[in-house]
């Protein structure tokens, strides 16, 4: 294969979503607010797990996603909360 033939079009990396509050901390719904910056490869913690403690609160929501480098690189993300409220969670 030559390098001319590699398609450098995606990238895996590691990225986190800040300021969701604690009871929404789920595996569930960091996969649905990381949508939006691409594909959602893994989760941190495990499922099942919260995120609870306030390191982890301060370090936020971790997640790693393919990215398309073709395409602006997200900043954040909407969520709709219960009560009909929307917020935004951005990216780093």
Known sequence: ???????????SLWM????????YRTKET???????????????PEEGKLWRSKDEWDKGLRVRVRVDTRKPLATGSKGLFVDDREEWFPFQ
Not at 1 to 11: A, D, G, K, R, Y
Not at 16 to 23: A, C, E, G, S
């Open 16 to 23: 986190r979503i800040l300021n969701v509050p604690m009871v």
């Open 30 to 44: 960091t996969e649905l607010l990381a949508k939006e910056a691409g594909e959602v490869l893994d989760v941190n």
């Open 1 to 11: 294969m030559l390098v001319s033939e590699v398609c450098f079009n995606t990238i």
